[in-house]
Structures are given as structure tokens and as C-alpha cells.
């Protein structure tokens, strides 16, 4: 699997948005803040959210039956066992 960040988007005062090319297919993934800041995140920087990056993209794909489903990924404030904390 072939996961690469192409760009973070920490514009917007409620979500971060990080745009992603999984094996060459284009997969947007919205965060919001409060629940990044859930994990422990409170810096949105490409490098610090690629752990989690990673992670939902595979736990999408684990839950679709081995597929990444199209039309992105929300992340659900209420679902976040098992995602990675951030401890820096």
C-alpha cells in the first residue's frame, strides 16, 4: 500500500483536511480539530499527522473489505480507539 500526504490544509478554524494518494487513487480525509485534539494533537503538521494519517486510511480500508472506498474519509469525533495518540 502506497500512502503519500500530498498536502495538509489547516486553514479552517474547525477541520483539517488532508489530501492523500493511496496506490495512486486521490482520498481526502476530514479531521475535525476536536477530535485530533481528543488524541492529544494540537499541532497539524504534515510530519505530526501522518501516523494518524496512516491509520485511518487503513482502518477505512480493513472495515470496506479490503478497499479504500471512494469519496474520502470523514473522521467520526466519537470513533478513536485504536488510532494513534500523539505524545510529543
Excluded: W
Excluded at 15 to 28: F, G, K, M
Amino acid at each position: 500500500m502506497d500512502i503519500v500526504v500530498v498536502s495538509v490544509d489547516r486553514s479552517k478554524p474547525d477541520v483539517v483536511i488532508a489530501n492523500t494518494s493511496v496506490d495512486l487513487l486521490h482520498c481526502r480525509i476530514t479531521m475535525p480539530k476536536t477530535a485530533l485534539k481528543a488524541l492529544g494533537y494540537s499541532v497539524f503538521r504534515p510530519k505530526v499527522l501522518r501516523p494518524l494519517i496512516d491509520a485511518i486510511i487503513m482502518r477505512q480500508i480493513e472495515r470496506h473489505n479490503g478497499t479504500l472506498p471512494l469519496g474520502g474519509i470523514v473522521l467520526d469525533e466519537t470513533d478513536l480507539d485504536g488510532l494513534p495518540r500523539y505524545e510529543g
